[in-house]
Each structure stands twice: as structure tokens, then as C-alpha cells.
């Protein structure tokens, strides 16, 4: 047990074992370690990612369903809008076409009313004459009174 | 407990010297451990090799069997190089690497048990072998050295040497006390090295002394071989921890200027 050449020897392994180490073990262990890394960390990047363009679609899809239906209620309002307004116009169509049909028929019967007065008259003078005729059979002639005749029925 | 070695009478001390002794090599000072140089060396060529041919083949996808194991160790040791270094220099995570799984797998040859390897060895012809290469002080030392050089190199690559230079003579006390200030650096930067080592050395030397006299006491090691292994399989990865932990922070120091 004492120091000699062992030493020498020792040293000697020592230094082609860190040599070992230094150029065939530490660099590509290192190198497959740290690309490992990397590799966990792109994937977790990319998870991340991920996740957040799936929060970015819920949100956007969501957007769109608001709209849509904010969109329909719009559309639902603006038709009951113009049915609304149809009935009015309908209604207000009715009322006048109404007045028109009752205006030309109280024409049409006041025209009649007319007539059958005129006929009437007619008819009055035509009494009054025969009355006339009957009463004053013997004293007044027809033509010689067909003036003063005239006369009464343009009165009458 | 073995058989003795040389048909010497087996006695407490024999055996445990037999256990403690290198199978060597030479002589003088070119004597060489070969069973710690061998041990540590195969088993070194094994770990690393197996990691290279993983890490050749690495996948960043799902990452399978071994490539999942040696990812989950060096994102480990990664973790406590990033905390403490916060310079850029590319060599403290694979020198931390390196430190943490040699020497936790050096460590981890102290639980087979004692007499398993060297009774083996003797079977064919080989007298001596010490399993454990770290209860080596050779070995612990030259990982320390090699780290305190390293440390000495990144003190001169960060502050250049002007700013090293004047580290040393100025810090802590001002440059009118430059002899004290070298002086005392010289002390703090000897210490790290011989206390890493030793640290390491003392505590595996030890725990394999432990397992050593566990064996001599004939049926009564059966109960204590157990809890003891199962404890020191904490030591074993504390120190290896404590080792990569302390030459993390000494690179720090020696990449931050005060």
C-alpha cells in the first residue's frame, strides 16, 4: 500500500474515461434530452393553442347564433309589421269600396224616388183632371181650360 | 475464511493482510497494482462503453430500457452541475459523469462478498487481488490529482493568467500581503485534492475492513454481513456523490473571480 506507478496508470483510464464521457455519452444523451424538451414543449405549445382556438370557435359560433336570432326576431317583427298594415289597407279598402257601393245605390234611389214622384205627379194631375172632368162634366171643356191645366200640373 | 496463501498457518492477521495486499507488478516505484488498474480499467471500459453504445443510439422520442436508466443518472449529475457551475465550460458535466459512475461502480465491488474474487483468483494460480480498486490510495489520489490539474487548468482559461496570478497574491488579505495571501492558497488548494482522495480512500478502506473482520467471525457473519452490506451500499453511493460533488464545486470556485 504505498504510491507508485498505479498512480500513473489510473490517471491514465481516468482521463480516456472522461474522454469517453466528454465525446460519445454527454453530447447526443444531452442533444436527445434537450430535443425531448423541446418536443414536450412544442406539444404543450400546440395543446394550448389548441384550446384556445376552440374557446375563439365556442365564442364565434355563439356570436353567430345570437345574430341569427336577433336577425329572425327582426324578420318576425317587420312581418307581423306588414300583416298589421295589410289588414289596415284591406280594412280601409273595404270601408271606401263599401261607401262607393252605398253612394251609387242612394243615388240609384233617389233617382227612383224621383221617377215614381214624377209618375206620381203625373198621375196626380191626371186625377185631378178626372175629378175636375167628373165635377165640372157639363160646364168646363177640356180644351178650353187645357191652359190653366198646364199650368197647375209645371206647379206641382 | 480462505485458505492461507503460501501454506503459512492461517491466522487472524494473515488473513486479513492477504486480503489487503495488490497483486503487483515490477518493483520500487514502477511497481503497478494490476488488480486495481485491471479492475478498474475493465470495469471503466464496460460502463462507458455500454453508455457510448446508448448514447449512439439515443432516441429523443420514448426513450427505452438502458437509455431511460443512464438519461435518468446523467439528468441526475446534470442537475447538480447546473445548481453549483454556473460557468459554461463543457467539460465539468462529463467530468462529473465520469466521477459519479466510476467511482459508485468501484465502490459497488465492495459488496461481493470478501473472500468470493480472491478465492476464485486462487484457483487459477493468481495469489493476490484486491477487489476494490477506490480502497487503492493510488487510485483515489490519481482521480484527484487529475481533477486538481483540471481545476489548476480552468483557473487559467477563465481569469487568464494575469488575473489568476493576482487571485492568488491578493485574495483574501490585499496585495500588501502577498506572501501571506500566496501562501494560504497554496494550503487550500494542496487540501482539496488530498482530501478528496482521502476521503474517499478512508471511508471504502474502511467499510471493506468492516466486511474483512465480518468474515472472521465463522457462523456469526451471517447476520452481520447483511445489515452491513445493506448500510454500506449508502456509503458507496454517498461517497461517489460526495467525490463528484466536491470537484463540481471546486470547478465553480476555480471559474468565479473574487
New interface residues.
Given amino acids: 500500500m504505498s504510491i507508485n506507478a498505479t498512480l500513473i496508470g489510473q490517471m491514465i483510464w481516468f482521463a480516456i474515461f472522461i474522454w469517453i464521457t466528454m465525446k460519445y455519452v454527454w453530447p447526443p444523451l444531452q442533444k436527445a434530452m434537450a430535443d425531448r424538451q423541446q418536443q414536450i414543449a412544442d406539444g404543450l405549445a400546440a395543446a394550448e393553442r389548441g384550446k384556445h382556438d376552440l374557446e375563439l370557435a365556442a365564442k364565434r359560433s355563439a356570436d353567430a347564433l345570437r345574430e341569427a336570432k336577433d336577425r329572425a326576431n327582426g324578420i318576425t317583427a317587420e312581418a307581423d309589421k306588414q300583416a298589421r298594415q295589410i289588414i289596415e289597407d284591406a280594412k280601409e279598402a273595404a270601408k271606401v269600396e263599401a261607401e262607393k257601393v252605398y253612394n251609387a245605390k242612394m243615388a240609384e234611389l233617389e233617382q227612383e224616388a224621383e221617377r215614381a214622384r214624377s209618375a206620381l205627379r203625373e198621375r196626380v194631375a191626371e186625377l185631378a183632371v178626372a175629378g175636375a172632368e167628373k165635377i165640372l162634366r157639363r160646364e168646363v171643356n177640356a180644351g178650353a181650360h187645357a191652359e190653366m191645366l198646364t199650368a197647375l200640373k209645371q206647379e206641382l | 475464511m480462505s485458505a492461507a496463501a503460501h501454506g503459512e498457518p492461517l491466522t487472524a492477521t494473515t488473513y486479513i493482510t492477504h486480503h489487503?495486499t495488490?497483486l503487483t507488478v515490477?518493483s520500487?516505484?514502477?511497481?503497478?497494482?494490476l488488480d486495481?488498474?485491471l479492475i478498474?480499467?475493465i470495469l471503466?471500459l464496460v460502463v462507458?462503453?455500454a453508455?457510448?453504445a446508448?448514447?449512439?443510439k439515443?432516441?429523443?422520442?420514448v426513450?427505452k430500457g438502458w437509455?431511460n436508466f443512464?438519461?435518468l443518472v446523467?439528468?441526475f449529475v446534470?442537475q447538480q452541475v447546473k445548481d453549483t457551475y454556473h460557468g459554461k465550460d463543457?467539460?465539468v458535466?462529463?467530468?462529473a459523469?465520469?466521477i459519479f459512475?466510476?467511482v459508485f461502480v468501484l465502490n459497488a465491488m465492495d459488496l461481493i462478498p470478501v473472500d468470493f474474487m480472491p478465492q476464485a483468483a486462487h484457483l487459477v494460480g493468481v495469489e493476490y487481488l484486491k477487489m476494490v480498486?477506490t480502497t487503492?490510495?493510488?487510485?483515489t489520489?490519481?482521480?484527484s490529482?487529475?481533477v486538481f490539474l483540471i481545476m489548476i487548468w480552468m483557473n487559467f482559461k477563465v481569469k487568464g493568467f494575469g488575473g489568476f496570478m493576482h487571485e492568488v497574491f491578493s485574495a483574501p488579505f490585499g496585495p500588501k500581503l502577498a506572501p501571506v495571501n500566496f501562501i494560504f492558497r497554496v494550503i487550500e488548494d494542496i487540501a482539496k485534492p488530498i482530501s478528496l482522495s482521502l476521503r474517499l480512500f478512508g471511508n471504502m478502506y474502511a467499510g471493506e475492513m468492516v466486511f474483512i473482520l465480518i468474515a472472521l467471525l465463522g457462523v456469526w457473519q451471517l447476520p452481520l454481513a447483511l445489515p452491513w452490506a445493506l448500510f454500506h451500499i449508502l456509503i458507496i453511493t454517498l461517497q461517489a456523490f460526495v467525490f463528484m460533488m466536491l470537484t463540481i464545486v471546486y470547478m465553480s470556485m476555480a471559474s468565479e473571480s473574487h
Avoid at chain 2, 28 to 33: I, Q, Y
Fill in positions: 489487503l495488490n515490477g520500487g516505484f514502477w511497481t503497478l497494482h486495481t488498474f478498474s480499467g471503466g462507458f462503453g453508455m457510448a446508448v448514447a449512439g439515443a432516441t429523443s422520442g426513450p437509455q443512464f438519461e446523467l439528468s446534470n463543457p467539460i458535466a462529463p467530468l459523469i465520469t459512475v466510476w480498486p487503492d490510495p493510488n487510485h489520489f490519481a482521480m490529482i487529475t
